[in-house]
Structures are given as structure tokens and as C-alpha cells.
């Protein structure tokens, strides 16, 4: 498995252990978007895909985030880990 793979396992572990958020809450939202950007990586690992997903990422969840919880922290530093990676690219 390469790095890629690895860091996308960890973050559906992290998707499964989130699924009960509250529907239409912040974490929910937060979650959803996270959701759907490792779906795009996972379909389509380029270095393109990985830095125009991880844009959207950013840009819709600025609002939902409480730096302060766990859930956000953890997306981003998944969200960290993809940008080291599409730089190395």
C-alpha cells in the first residue's frame, strides 16, 4: 500500500467513527465535505485533483469548523498530510 492509500484508510476509519454526527450540525457538514474530498482522492490521486480537491475542502469548511474540537483538528491535519503529499508530486 503507498502512502496515499494508507492516509485514505485512516481517514475512512476517522469518517466511520463520525457517522453519528447530528444531521445539519457544524460536525455534520464538516464531515460530509471530508467525506466526499477523500472520494475524490481515492477516484483520482493526481497532483491536479489532490490540490483542487483540497481547495474546495478548505473553502466550504471554513465555516463549519470549531477550531477548538477534535473533528476539525483531525481534517486538518488529513488535510495537511494530502498537501505534503501533492507537493512531492
Known amino acids: 500500500m503507498n502512502q496515499i492509500e494508507l492516509i485514505i484508510e ?3 476509519e476517522f469518517l466511520e467513527k463520525n457517522a453519528d454526527a447530528v444531521p445539519e450540525s457544524d460536525k455534520w457538514y464538516a ?39 477534535d473533528y476539525c483538528k483531525t481534517i486538518s491535519n488529513f488535510a495537511s498530510k494530502f498537501e505534503a503529499i501533492a507537493k512531492c508530486k
Do not use: T
Open 31 to 69: 464531515v460530509g465535505n471530508f467525506r466526499k474530498f477523500v472520494l475524490s482522492i481515492e477516484g483520482n490521486p493526481s497532483k491536479a485533483n489532490m490540490e483542487k480537491s483540497l481547495h474546495a475542502l478548505r473553502h466550504h469548511i471554513v465555516d463549519q469548523y470549531d477550531w477548538n474540537a
Open 10 to 12: 485512516e481517514a475512512k
